[in-house]
């Protein structure tokens, strides 16, 4: 059996999901009025669903993305632009976090839906590390600041981050400005044949950290972490990310500390229209 079967008294033969087959791989079968893959079209099939998701009838089911696993949209869900542009406006980078660890539950919801973003290809190479616990954050925060200290000792004021000393005495002093006392990490990463991996895991982290206020949660971009991962090899295997991994970025997580009242202002767009 091929990867896909047509419900041929479903099927309207509008040829929809010809239309919408990202790679032109579905051709309609004159002699039944019904869609079919064109020879070699299972290699060329990138699994992304389009054909089963675009079918208003439900007439076509595919082996390796199933109707029955394919949720239907709800239209009572639909938000509009002024709810959209809100809700992604209103997302902040979380620096103080709540003394209360995360569920693991919810933990596994958010990567649920951080899997469902764009992937190159439909390649879905994301794949995920989790530091759960405040003080192995802690730990890794610790690592970090070892690193800084490194890069100090060879140059006092590095050109290239001149916020290190600054970081450094912060610890010192007892305050982590770089993981923030989050209480759990994330780590997307993708491995070396993923040519897009570092948009494709960005991408993901976007998603997750757009769907974790609506639990409460708050996210921050770990970028002092992903300088220490890059400059530091050793590093990266104590965090879990192992060889042939590439692509990677950490992101604080943890229940947000402030509530925001206002919308940031951004700079204007600059585009050059043609
Ligand atoms: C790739 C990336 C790395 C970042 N790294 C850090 C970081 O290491 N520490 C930090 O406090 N914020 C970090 N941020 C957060 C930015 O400072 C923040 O997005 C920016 O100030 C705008 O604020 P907003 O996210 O609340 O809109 C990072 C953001 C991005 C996208």
Redesign the pocket.
């Known amino acids: 059996m091929g990867l896909l079967s047509i419900d041929e008294g479903l099927c309207k033969g509008d040829e929809l999901c010809v239309a919408d087959c990202p790679t032109a791989i579905l051709r309609i079968d004159e002699s039944k009025g019904t869609p079919k893959m064109i020879p070699g079209g299972e290699e060329m099939c990138l699994r992304c669903g389009h054909c089963v998701a675009v079918c208003p009838h439900g007439a076509l089911d595919h082996a390796e993305v199933p109707l029955d696993g394919c949720d239907p949209v709800r239209k009572e869900l639909t938000i509009g632009f002024e709810q959209a542009v809100q809700f992604l406006r209103s997302?902040?980078?979380v620096?103080r976090f709540k003394d209360r660890p995360v569920e693991r539950d919810t933990l596994r919801r958010l990567i649920d839906v951080a899997r469902c973003a764009p992937t190159a290809s439909n390649l879905q190479p994301v794949e995920w590390v989790v530091i759960d616990g405040r003080e192995k954050v802690q730990g890794l925060a610790e690592q970090a600041v070892g690193w800084m200290r490194s890069v100090l000792a060879k140059d006092a004021q590095p050109a290239y981050a001149p916020y290190l000393p600054r970081l450094v005495a912060a610890w010192d002093a007892g305050s982590d400005?770089?993981l923030?006392d989050a209480p759990c990490l994330v780590i997307a990463m993708a491995p070396k044949e993923a040519a897009n991996g570092m948009v494709d895991l960005a991408l993901a982290l976007s998603y997750l950290e757009l769907a974790a206020p609506t639990l409460g949660l708050g996210t921050?971009?770990?970028?002092?972490?992903?300088g220490a991962l890059l400059s530091h090899p050793p590093l990266k295997g104590k965090v879990g990310i192992p060889a042939g991994y590439p692509h990677h970025?950490p992101m604080m997580i943890g229940y947000a500390k402030p509530t925001y009242h206002r919308l940031?202002l951004r700079k204007p767009a600059k585009v050059k229209w043609d």
């Open positions: 997302r902040r980078s620096r400005a770089v923030r921050c971009w770990a970028g002092l972490l992903q970025y940031p």
